[in-house]
């Protein structure tokens, strides 16, 4: 496995696990369209990308 690769996935977890977090913690609401839904595609895109 590339650097590059586990900096995407790590960097995909991070972005995902904290935007989670934040809603389990009811910070954020995610069931509420809002940009930090295209928040969430680009931590789930760079996760796959790895």
């Known amino acids: ?3 590059f690769s586990v ?4 960097a995909g977890m991070v972005i ?3 935007l989670l977090a934040a809603h389990f913690t009811h910070q954020v609401d995610l069931t ?3 940009w930090l ?3 969430f595609f680009v ?3 760079l996760f ?3």
């Open 1 to 3: 496995m590339r650097v």
């Open 7 to 10: 900096i995407g996935i790590f």
């Open 16 to 18: 995902m696990g904290s």
């Open 32 to 34: 509420e369209m809002s």
């Open 37 to 39: 839904w295209l928040t």
């Open 43 to 45: 931590g789930a895109n």
């Open 48 to 50: 796959q990308m790895g």
